[in-house]
């Protein structure tokens, strides 16, 4: 769920950005949308992970 959500939010920012659309590999769009996943999953880790104490 935490990888669909940052794929559309990633395109939508590339999107506004100018650069989800260009030839070939679309690199800079795929790196806004893995740093946007890494960030939810270590937002997601962080408020459901085990507690040590």
């Given at each position: 769920?935490?990888?669909?959500?940052a794929d559309l939010i990633g395109?939508?920012?590339?999107?506004?950005?100018?650069?989800?659309?260009?030839?070939?590999?679309?690199?800079?769009?795929?790196?806004?949308?893995?740093?946007?996943?890494?960030?939810?999953?270590?937002?997601?880790?962080?408020?459901?992970?085990?507690?040590?104490?």
């Amino acid at each position: 769920m935490i990888g669909m959500g940052a794929d559309l939010i990633g395109t939508g920012i590339a999107a506004g950005l100018g650069v989800a659309d260009t030839r070939g590999i679309d690199w800079i769009e795929l790196g806004i949308q893995v740093a946007l996943a890494v960030l939810g999953v270590s937002l997601a880790t962080g408020m459901y992970g085990k507690r040590r104490e």
